[in-house]
C-alpha cells in the first residue's frame, strides 16, 4: 500500500476560545496540485501556515513522507512558499533573490549559476536578472517569487494567495504560468485562494472550507456537479436557490412544491427529507433554457432585465414566488424570444437540480 | 518651488510661510555662523597671523594623542551604542504599537533627564567603592574591585546610555519599514535566524544604522561633560582640552584651533555620509 506523501492530521488551531481550525485531515499525493478555497477567516490560510511552520497547530500533526514536520523549524523544512504579499528582498538583483535560498546551503558557485538561470528561464525573466525588484511589476515579482522557492527543488510548493494584489487580466495569465510549471515540475503545490474560479482553473482537487472545517473535498467536477451542501453549490459557480416544500421522495427522485405553487417532479434528492419539510432547490444558471426540451419542466416567470457580455448573455428573471434566478442563456437564438417582460417561461431538466434542506 | 511662487505671502521663489522661518534663521546666523567665523579668525591670527597655532596643535604629541584618543572614544561608544541599540529598535519595531510607544515614551523621557544628574549617578554606581562593584564583590562574583570609573569603560558605559536613544530613534524608522513577512521567506527559503540577520535583516537597515551611527558618532566627538567627569586623565578628549586650553591655559587661539578642526572633521563626515547613504538609497532601490 502506498503511503500519503504529505498527511494533515487532525490538525487543531485554537486562538483562545476561537477555533480556527477543526481537525482538519487531508492525504496528498505527489505531484498534486491541491487548493485550499473559502471565504476568509475559513481557516485555509492557518492551515498553511501550520505546515510551513509558522504557526504550530494546537494538535494534530503534519507528516511529509512519514516524517512529522512540526519539530522541524521554517528553515530546516525545506519548503517553497510564495506570498500573498511581494516579499522579495528589495536590497538583491533578481538573480541574487533567486540564488539566495542557493547560497544559505553554501552549494557552489557553479551550481548557483546554472540553477538560477534554469529558474529564470522557467517563469521567463532571463532578461531580469540584474535588475532590482523595485524595478519590476507586480506579476513579474511574483514571478521571481516563484523561481525563488522553486530554486532548491522543495518537495512541497505552498502558495498563500499568490495572485490576490494583481489585477485581473495578469492574474489569468500568471495562472497559465503556474499550470505550466507544476506540469513541468512535477512539484506537489497547496494553493490557498478564495477565488473559486482560479480554484478550478488550477487544482487536481479542492479542498473547500468553511469555519474551520472542510466542507467538500474532491475535484473541480465533484464539487460543481455534485456539491455536498448548500454552501459548497454556493460557493462554487454561480448558483440559485429557490424555497420549496417536500412532498414525497420514490425511486430516489424528490416531488416538490415551489413557492408560487408549481410542482416539480424527478429532483435528485442527495439526502432523504420529511414529507411537507422546506427545502430549498438549487439550480445553475446554465441548466435553465428558454425554450422546452424532452425532459424539462416549466416555471412561469417574469423578465427582469437582460445583459450581454459578448461571449453570453445573463437574462434576470423573477417567480411567481418572488424569487430572482439568474439565467445564462448559451445561445442567440434563445434569447430571442425574452424580449417581452413578462409571462415568459423558463424551462430546467430536474434531474439537474439539486435539494437542500432550508 | 514654482508651484508655490504664485501663493500668496511668498517672496521671490521661496516657498509661502518661508517669512516665519526667518527668526530661527536669524538665531542661527547670529549666533552659529558669526562665532565660527569669528572662532577661524581668533586661530589664524591670535596671538599674531599665522598658521602656528595648528602647526602647534599636530606638532604635539600630547594634542595629536588627545585627537586620537577622541576618535578612539567616539569609535567605541558608537559601536557599543549600535551593537546595544538594535535588538531594542527591533522589539520596537514589531511590537503591538500601544505597547510600543510606552517603550518609547521611556526612552523619550530618558532623554529629557538632566545630563548631569545621570552623569552624576553613574559616577555613584561605578566608583570603586560603588553600588556596582559592591554588589558584584558582595556575590562573591569578584574579589577586588572592578576599574569602571576614570577610564574608557567608565567614559563608554555613561556615553552609550546617553547617546541610546539617538541612535534607537533613526533605527526604528528604518526597522519600520521592513515587511516581517520578508523575513519569514528568508526562514522558508532556508536562512536559519543568523543568516537572515546577517544577509537580509541587516543590509536593509543600514540607512538607519549610518543614519544614527553618524549622529551618536559625531555628538560623542564633541562631549564635554561626561567623559570629564567619568573620564581618566590618561584620556582626555578634545572638548575637554579645548576647556583647559582656554580656560587654564587662556590660550584662546589654540583653542580656537582644535574647535574649528573639530567642526571640519565632523563636517567631513556629515558629508560622506550623506554621500554613502545616498548612493545606496538610488541604487539599492530601497
Same mark, same amino acid.
Request: proline share 6%; glycine share 10%.
Given at each position: 500500500?502506498?503511503?500519503?506523501?504529505?498527511?494533515?492530521?487532525?490538525?487543531?488551531?485554537?486562538?483562545?476560545?476561537?477555533?480556527?481550525?477543526?481537525?482538519?485531515?487531508?492525504?496528498?499525493?505527489?505531484?498534486?496540485?491541491?487548493?485550499?478555497?473559502?471565504?476568509?477567516?475559513?481557516?485555509?490560510?492557518?492551515?498553511?501556515?501550520?505546515?510551513?511552520?509558522?504557526?504550530?497547530?494546537?494538535?494534530?500533526?503534519?507528516?511529509?513522507?512519514?516524517?512529522?514536520?512540526?519539530?522541524?523549524?521554517?528553515?530546516?523544512?525545506?519548503?517553497?512558499?510564495?506570498?500573498?504579499?511581494?516579499?522579495?528582498?528589495?536590497?538583491?538583483?533578481?538573480?541574487?533573490?533567486?540564488?539566495?535560498?542557493?547560497?544559505?546551503?553554501?552549494?557552489?558557485?557553479?551550481?548557483?549559476?546554472?540553477?538560477?538561470?534554469?529558474?529564470?528561464?522557467?517563469?521567463?525573466?532571463?532578461?531580469?536578472?540584474?535588475?532590482?525588484?523595485?524595478?519590476?511589476?507586480?506579476?513579474?515579482?511574483?514571478?521571481?517569487?516563484?523561481?525563488?522557492?522553486?530554486?532548491?527543488?522543495?518537495?512541497?510548493?505552498?502558495?498563500?494567495?499568490?495572485?490576490?494584489?494583481?489585477?485581473?487580466?495578469?492574474?489569468?495569465?500568471?495562472?497559465?504560468?503556474?499550470?505550466?510549471?507544476?506540469?513541468?515540475?512535477?512539484?506537489?503545490?497547496?494553493?490557498?485562494?478564495?477565488?473559486?474560479?482560479?480554484?478550478?482553473?488550477?487544482?487536481?482537487?479542492?479542498?473547500?472550507?468553511?469555519?474551520?472545517?472542510?466542507?467538500?473535498?474532491?475535484?473541480?467536477?465533484?464539487?460543481?456537479?455534485?456539491?455536498?451542501?448548500?454552501?459548497?453549490?454556493?460557493?462554487?459557480?454561480?448558483?440559485?436557490?429557490?424555497?420549496?416544500?417536500?412532498?414525497?421522495?420514490?425511486?430516489?427522485?424528490?416531488?416538490?412544491?415551489?413557492?408560487?405553487?408549481?410542482?416539480?417532479?424527478?429532483?435528485?434528492?442527495?439526502?432523504?427529507?420529511?414529507?411537507?419539510?422546506?427545502?430549498?432547490?438549487?439550480?445553475?444558471?446554465?441548466?435553465?433554457?428558454?425554450?422546452?426540451?424532452?425532459?424539462?419542466?416549466?416555471?412561469?416567470?417574469?423578465?427582469?432585465?437582460?445583459?450581454?457580455?459578448?461571449?453570453?448573455?445573463?437574462?434576470?428573471?423573477?417567480?411567481?414566488?418572488?424569487?430572482?434566478?439568474?439565467?445564462?442563456?448559451?445561445?442567440?437564438?434563445?434569447?430571442?424570444?425574452?424580449?417581452?417582460?413578462?409571462?415568459?417561461?423558463?424551462?430546467?431538466?430536474?434531474?439537474?437540480?439539486?435539494?437542500?434542506?432550508? | 518651488?514654482?508651484?508655490?511662487?504664485?501663493?500668496?505671502?511668498?517672496?521671490?521663489?521661496?516657498?509661502?510661510?518661508?517669512?516665519?522661518?526667518? @527668526?530661527?534663521?536669524?538665531?542661527?546666523?547670529?549666533?552659529?555662523?558669526?562665532?565660527?567665523?569669528?572662532?577661524?579668525?581668533?586661530?589664524?591670527?591670535?596671538?599674531?597671523?599665522?598658521?602656528?597655532?595648528?602647526?602647534?596643535?599636530?606638532?604635539?604629541?600630547?594634542?595629536?594623542?588627545?585627537?586620537?584618543?577622541?576618535?578612539?572614544?567616539?569609535?567605541?561608544?558608537?559601536?557599543?551604542?549600535?551593537?546595544?541599540?538594535?535588538?531594542?529598535?527591533?522589539?520596537?519595531?514589531?511590537?503591538?504599537?500601544?505597547?510600543?510607544?510606552?517603550?518609547?515614551?521611556?526612552?523619550?523621557?530618558?532623554?529629557?533627564?538632566?545630563?548631569?544628574?545621570?552623569?552624576?549617578?553613574?559616577?555613584?554606581?561605578?566608583?570603586?567603592?560603588?553600588?556596582?562593584?559592591?554588589?558584584?564583590?558582595?556575590?562573591?562574583?569578584?574579589?577586588?574591585?572592578?576599574?569602571?570609573?576614570?577610564?574608557?569603560?567608565?567614559?563608554?558605559?555613561?556615553?552609550?546610555?546617553?547617546?541610546?536613544?539617538?541612535?534607537?530613534?533613526?533605527?526604528?524608522?528604518?526597522?519600520?519599514?521592513?515587511?516581517?513577512?520578508?523575513? +519569514?521567506?528568508?526562514?522558508?527559503?532556508?536562512?536559519?535566524?543568523?543568516?537572515?540577520?546577517?544577509?537580509?535583516?541587516?543590509?536593509?537597515?543600514? @540607512?538607519?544604522?549610518?543614519?544614527?551611527?553618524?549622529?551618536?558618532?559625531?555628538?560623542?566627538?564633541?562631549?564635554?561633560?561626561?567623559?570629564?567627569?567619568?573620564?581618566?586623565?590618561?584620556?582626555?578628549?578634545?572638548?575637554?582640552?579645548?576647556?583647559?586650553?582656554?580656560?587654564?591655559?587662556?590660550?584662546?587661539?589654540?583653542?580656537?584651533?582644535?574647535?574649528?578642526?573639530?567642526?571640519?572633521?565632523?563636517?567631513?563626515?556629515?558629508?560622506?555620509?550623506?554621500?554613502?547613504?545616498?548612493?545606496? +538609497?538610488?541604487?539599492?532601490?530601497?
Amino acid at each position: 500500500m502506498t503511503r500519503p506523501f504529505l498527511s494533515i492530521r487532525a490538525v487543531r488551531k485554537t486562538f483562545g476560545a476561537f477555533v480556527a481550525v477543526h481537525d482538519v485531515t487531508i492525504d496528498v499525493p505527489k505531484g498534486e496540485f491541491l487548493t485550499f478555497l473559502g471565504p476568509s477567516g475559513s481557516g485555509k490560510s492557518t492551515t498553511l501556515y501550520a505546515i510551513a511552520g509558522f504557526q504550530d497547530p494546537s494538535s494534530g500533526d503534519v507528516l511529509l513522507e512519514d516524517r512529522s514536520l512540526l519539530s522541524v523549524p521554517p528553515h530546516k523544512r525545506n519548503i517553497g512558499m510564495v506570498f500573498q504579499r511581494y516579499t522579495l528582498f528589495p536590497h538583491l538583483s533578481v538573480a541574487e533573490n533567486v540564488a539566495f535560498p542557493l547560497r544559505v546551503r553554501r552549494r557552489p558557485d557553479g551550481e548557483i549559476k546554472r540553477k538560477v538561470a534554469d529558474m529564470l528561464a522557467l517563469v521567463r525573466l532571463e532578461n531580469f536578472a540584474d535588475r532590482h525588484p523595485g524595478a519590476l511589476s507586480g506579476g513579474q515579482q511574483q514571478r521571481v517569487a516563484l523561481a525563488r522557492a522553486l530554486a532548491y527543488d522543495p518537495p512541497i510548493l505552498l502558495m498563500d494567495e499568490p495572485l490576490s494584489a494583481l489585477d485581473k487580466k495578469l492574474r489569468q495569465e500568471i495562472q497559465a504560468e503556474i499550470r505550466r510549471i507544476h506540469r513541468e515540475t512535477g512539484v506537489t503545490i497547496l494553493y490557498v485562494t478564495h477565488d473559486q474560479e482560479e480554484a478550478l482553473h488550477l487544482s487536481d482537487r479542492i479542498a473547500l472550507f468553511r469555519e474551520g472545517r472542510i466542507e467538500q473535498i474532491g475535484t473541480g467536477e465533484d464539487l460543481y456537479l455534485r456539491p455536498a451542501s448548500e454552501f459548497v453549490a454556493g460557493f462554487i459557480g454561480n448558483s440559485n436557490f429557490l424555497p420549496a416544500e417536500h412532498l414525497q421522495t420514490a425511486d430516489g427522485a424528490s416531488t416538490i412544491r415551489l413557492a408560487g405553487g408549481s410542482i416539480v417532479t424527478g429532483v435528485k434528492a442527495t439526502t432523504s427529507f420529511g414529507q411537507g419539510q422546506n427545502v430549498r432547490l438549487m439550480v445553475r444558471p446554465e441548466a435553465f433554457r428558454l425554450t422546452p426540451t424532452p425532459t424539462s419542466v416549466a416555471l412561469a416567470v417574469e423578465i427582469v432585465d437582460t445583459a450581454f457580455f459578448g461571449d453570453r448573455r445573463r437574462v434576470v428573471a423573477r417567480t411567481a414566488g418572488g424569487d430572482e434566478i439568474d439565467v445564462r442563456p448559451t445561445s442567440d437564438a434563445e434569447v430571442g424570444d425574452s424580449t417581452a417582460t413578462s409571462g415568459q417561461r423558463i424551462f430546467f431538466d430536474p434531474a439537474s437540480a439539486f435539494l437542500f434542506p432550508a | 518651488m514654482q508651484g508655490n511662487s504664485s501663493r500668496r505671502g511668498s517672496v521671490a521663489g521661496l516657498p509661502a510661510g518661508s517669512g516665519s522661518a526667518l @527668526p530661527a534663521l536669524l538665531l542661527v546666523g547670529l549666533f552659529f555662523i558669526v562665532p565660527v567665523v569669528a572662532l577661524l579668525l581668533r586661530s589664524v591670527t591670535d596671538p599674531e597671523p599665522g598658521l602656528q597655532n595648528y602647526a602647534a596643535l599636530f606638532g604635539s604629541g600630547t594634542y595629536v594623542r588627545v585627537f586620537l584618543n577622541t576618535f578612539l572614544v567616539a569609535s567605541v561608544v558608537t559601536a557599543v551604542t549600535i551593537l546595544v541599540a538594535f535588538p531594542v529598535a527591533w522589539m520596537l519595531a514589531i511590537m503591538p504599537p500601544a505597547l510600543g510607544s510606552i517603550v518609547f515614551g521611556i526612552i523619550i523621557l530618558s532623554m529629557w533627564t538632566n545630563l548631569l544628574t545621570r552623569t552624576y549617578a553613574w559616577m555613584v554606581l561605578l566608583q570603586r567603592t560603588g553600588v556596582i562593584n559592591r554588589a558584584l564583590m558582595g556575590l562573591g562574583i569578584i574579589h577586588e574591585p572592578l576599574p569602571l570609573i576614570n577610564n574608557l569603560a567608565g567614559v563608554t558605559i555613561g556615553m552609550v546610555y546617553i547617546m541610546l536613544p539617538f541612535m534607537i530613534l533613526p533605527l526604528v524608522g528604518t526597522l519600520r519599514a521592513i515587511d516581517p513577512m520578508t523575513l +519569514r521567506a528568508a526562514a522558508l527559503c532556508g536562512a536559519s535566524p543568523f543568516a537572515a540577520f546577517r544577509r537580509i535583516l541587516l543590509p536593509l537597515s543600514l @540607512p538607519g544604522v549610518a543614519a544614527g551611527g553618524l549622529m551618536v558618532f559625531v555628538m560623542s566627538l564633541g562631549y564635554f561633560v561626561t567623559p570629564a567627569l567619568l573620564g581618566g586623565t590618561s584620556n582626555m578628549m578634545l572638548a575637554e582640552m579645548i576647556a583647559q586650553t582656554v580656560q587654564s591655559l587662556l590660550n584662546w587661539g589654540l583653542g580656537s584651533a582644535a574647535a574649528f578642526v573639530l567642526l571640519v572633521v565632523t563636517m567631513a563626515l556629515y558629508a560622506i555620509q550623506l554621500r554613502l547613504v545616498g548612493a545606496r +538609497r538610488t541604487g539599492g532601490g530601497i
